[in-house]
């Protein structure tokens, strides 16, 4: 069978897609007969004569694995006509046989609308609401997959949709997030049903929300993009081992694996290995060799360090590189996704516990000074937290009459005991005001006694936060002193990018205390560390860079006066009109 019998067969009448067709392969299968439908059929078609079966539904995910796979077997431009292929081919599919949405869909059967009606009636917790609605909407779908609905298709295979927009659409909209992150009770009427008054000004503060968003963040992140590219440019690959002996040390999530294909770790006899989608380290902690350790000498990066992904590239300017998947993947990914996106809203419960102290080096010392709850912080001694409004943009930091809330870090200073303690956490909290707030322009003193509670925080939502991914790459995190916590709050938020990138942007970051061109990995150690952002670090690098950037004054005080000399980089002889 090839592509044109199977359009052909595909476009009669009443074809039922569950039907099994013959087909036999020289390589594939082995020259057997199998019986396999004609979607399948159509799919292993696409793919080189040489590449094995393809025998399962193939999801976005399977799909990924196997782009993966052929990026690795085959050289550039084959790659490309592959992948070319596959992408006409199905436009070409969904032509013939489209699948779409009819209106059936949207009446509930009886008896799930009975149990709607039960189960929402009384909920008024929105993780509850939200769980809630959750499962009948899993029990609608199963309906419909017993039906055949093509809706139940896309969404498993993650082509579009999701439970939450269906739950959205079909059983309750659920509770909305406004502007300043407060989140409403849940709203009973799904779209499909029409709102009532309430409901619909409910549903307002959210839309208010995403037009914030993508006014306030269509630009910047573009221009966030262009700050690590520039900030970067310095790093090339080179070097083939730089035998450091320092790693980062990880423990392996499901998800971080999949960021971490083709990197290389020491297991415990010392071996190196490269971690491939069957390595078994789901839920161990591994010593990975990384850009945040490399040795490597003149801003270079070695291949051990560097990964697998080394050998793929034809350049070697992988500061650059890194710049440029934050924006197509990260950035424009999510400021797409904010202007496409159904409006529904995932929250978790708060653990400050949790997400403060193991995130935290100085846990032992947290504990000493604060009295750390689920949702609250209580201080154990007299305390002032500063909050310098320097640090923020517009619209970071909202004020209201009883609390401040206040996204990402924190400073809590204790004067009588002389110690500070930084509270890093992936969201924004409630900082209540005390009887004793003191302000200047700038700055704002909230003085506590102790026993005070100082923060609270209950729900928050899940999604991508750009202001925070923003106020992470530029640096304004002082407080951080592990490479490791910043790393992995940056993933938090940019969970698909392979996290070389990341480690080679954070490893540009961490600059030793008392000379600031000095990286912390040259030594080793992070200990004695700052944190330059990347609007910063042209400043201490190259002069050039930073007159081509922005703050043009400080630019010509650091070539004049301190004299920073220039790195001639790839970007820096782009400026000089020189070309290799
Ligand atoms: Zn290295």
Request: charged content about 35%; proline content about 3%.
């Amino acid at each position: 069978m090839d592509l044109q019998q199977v359009y052909k067969e595909l476009e009669k009448e009443n074809v039922d897609i569950h039907t099994k067709y013959s087909y036999s392969h020289r390589h594939k299968t082995k020259g057997y007969i199998k019986r396999l439908s004609l979607g399948r059929i159509w799919f292993n078609l696409l793919l080189p004569d040489d590449y094995p079966l393809v025998d399962e539904p193939v999801t976005k995910k399977v799909l990924n694995k196997i782009i993966r796979d052929i990026v690795e077997k085959y050289d550039t431009e084959t790659v490309a006509d592959i992948l070319t292929n596959i992408q006409r081919e199905a436009f070409k599919l969904s032509s013939i046989v489209p699948v779409s949405l009819d209106e059936e869909h949207l009446i509930l059967p009886d008896d799930i609308e009975e149990k709607r009606k039960k189960l929402l009636k009384d909920e008024d917790d929105p993780i509850e609401f939200q769980k809630k609605t959750y499962e009948i909407t899993k029990e609608y779908l199963d309906r419909l997959k017993e039906q055949d609905s093509p809706i139940v298709s896309i969404i498993e295979s993650g082509a579009k949709s999701s439970v939450a927009d269906m739950a959205n659409l079909m059983i309750a909209r659920g509770s909305t997030v406004d502007i300043k992150g407060e989140i409403s009770k849940p709203i009973r009427q799904s779209l499909n049903d029409g709102l009532d008054g309430e409901s619909y000004y409910l549903s307002a503060k959210e839309s208010r929300r995403a037009l914030f968003i993508r006014s306030q963040f269509t630009a910047e992140p573009g221009y966030l993009a262009r700050k690590v590219t520039f900030a970067n440019a310095n790093i090339e690959l080179g070097g083939n081992d730089c035998k450091t002996t320092k790693y980062l040390e990880l423990r392996v999530t499901e998800d971080l694996k999949d960021c971490l294909i083709g990197r290389y770790y020491v297991d415990e006899r010392g071996k190196l290995k490269e971690i491939t989608e069957d390595s078994d380290i789901i839920g161990k902690r591994i010593k990975l060799r990384s850009p945040l350790y490399c040795k490597e000498p003149n801003d270079n990066i070695c291949k051990i360090c560097y990964g697998k992904l080394a050998d793929k590239l034809k350049d070697k300017n992988i500061g650059i590189l890194a710049g440029s998947v934050i924006n197509t993947e990260g950035i424009e990914g999510f400021s797409m996704k904010v202007r496409h996106k159904a409006t529904q809203v995932n929250f978790k419960p708060v653990d400050l516990k949790k997400d403060l102290i193991e995130s935290s080096i100085r846990k032992s010392e947290i504990e000493k000074f604060l009295d750390i709850r689920t949702n609250e912080i209580i201080c154990k001694y007299d305390c002032t937290i500063f909050i310098d409004r320097r640090d923020y943009r517009e619209g970071e930091l909202d004020e209201f009459a009883e609390y401040f809330i206040v996204p990402g870090i924190l400073s809590v200073e204790f004067p009588e005991q002389e110690t500070t303690i930084p509270l890093v956490y992936n969201y924004s909290v409630k900082v209540l005001k005390s009887t004793n707030v003191e302000e200047t322009e700038r700055v704002v003193a909230i003085h506590y006694s102790a026993g005070d509670k100082i923060i609270e925080q209950d729900i928050v939502s899940t999604d991508t936060d750009m202001r925070l991914i923003i106020r992470l790459l530029d640096g304004k995190i002082k407080y951080i002193k592990d490479p490791l916590v910043l790393l992995l709050m940056i993933h938090d938020q940019l969970p698909k990018i392979a996290l070389v990138h990341l480690e080679v942007i954070v490893s540009n970051m961490f600059r030793c205390a008392e000379d600031p061109k000095i990286k912390c990995r040259y030594k080793g150690s992070y200990k004695n560390s700052i944190i330059l952002g990347q609007v910063d670090q042209p400043f201490v690098d190259s002069w050039l860079t930073s007159m081509a950037f922005e703050r043009i004054k400080k630019a010509i005080k650091s070539a004049l006066i301190y004299e920073t000399g220039i790195k001639n980089n790839s970007l820096e002889k782009l400026m000089k009109l020189e070309f290799d």
